[in-house]
């Protein structure tokens, strides 16, 4: 984090909320909400890139980072998290982005608090035409979910040295940033996270048609791990032709990591057609 940065706790209905900010509320606001297993520091390249124009805002969500962990009983609800966050910062209309999981918080601040937020950018959303659900009790066995309640069990130095080798392409910044927020991860809100995830993996097709803002759908290659398929692409250009589709084609679900510049290229272009 840059020293010019600021960084402090935030309370929304009794969760404390970890964040990160660039600016002082003199800039237009912009609001970037991580993936899953990921932090708010993770949007570091961008933010760095972004700053002279945008007061960025970067919360860890419930269960990462430096936010609270998970508690008996808690039904978590990342995106009304975000909307307090965003009333409690006094952030006029910013634009809302988050990848992955963050995409998804993201849209639900389009659909359930549309008066937040003037523009919203999804990149890899967990989008799909139909997706079976599990059983309940089987969210368990997906291997991410395995992978995530893992993470624990590994130190930081081995973090580390495997997303040297597996992403040696990486700036040792973004590597670090990662590997630190892999151990920051509250194992807890694993299944909690998945659950939701597959309940609420096709809710677009019945709400993407009403959405009035601004939005930037960015995609990746299914054959590379990328999530949105061109036949959830072709949907969403029929029932919403004006969201604006960016397919970056050499790159799997982390888009910005594995292909930077052509994530600026596309997010730098479409925040210049939000009005002021």
């Known amino acids: 984090m840059l020293s010019s940065w600021t960084q402090d706790d935030f309370l929304v209905g009794g969760v404390r909320l970890h964040y990160y900010r660039t600016g002082h509320g003199d800039k237009r606001p912009l609001v970037l909400v991580h993936g899953f ?6 949007w570091s390249r961008t933010a760095h890139d972004l700053e002279a124009e945008y007061d960025v805002v970067m919360p860890d969500m419930r269960g990462h980072g430096l936010s609270a962990r998970m508690r008996p009983g808690d039904d978590v609800d990342m995106a009304a998290d975000l909307a307090g966050l965003i009333r409690g910062l006094g952030l006029k209309r910013p634009t809302v982005g988050g990848h992955s999981m963050g995409a998804a918080v993201t849209y639900q601040i389009g659909t359930r608090f549309p008066e937040l937020a003037g523009a919203l950018i999804l990149e890899d959303p967990p989008w799909w035409l139909g997706r079976p659900v599990p059983p309940p009790g089987r969210f368990d066995e997906h291997p991410t979910s395995e992978w995530a309640k893992g993470l624990a069990s590994k130190t930081l130095e ?3 040295a495997r997303y040297r080798e597996e992403q040696p392409h990486w700036p040792e910044e973004t590597v670090r940033l990662m590997a630190e927020s892999k151990k920051q991860l509250d194992p807890a809100i694993v299944d909690t996270l998945f659950d939701k995830l597959n309940r609420e993996g096709s809710d677009w097709l019945t709400t993407i048609q009403d959405i009035t803002q601004p939005v930037l759908l960015l995609t990746a290659n299914p054959e590379l791990g990328g999530i949105v398929t061109p036949e959830v692409q072709a949907r969403v250009r029929e029932l919403n032709p004006r969201v604006t589709i ?13 292909n930077y510049t052509a994530f600026m290229d596309a997010l730098r272009a479409f ?6």
């Open 271 to 276: 925040l210049k057609q939000i009005p002021s």
């Open 37 to 42: 297993s990921d932090s708010g520091l993770c």
């Open 246 to 258: 960016v397919n970056v084609p050499d790159v799997g679900h982390l888009i910005r990591y594995d």
């Open 158 to 160: 081995e973090l580390l």
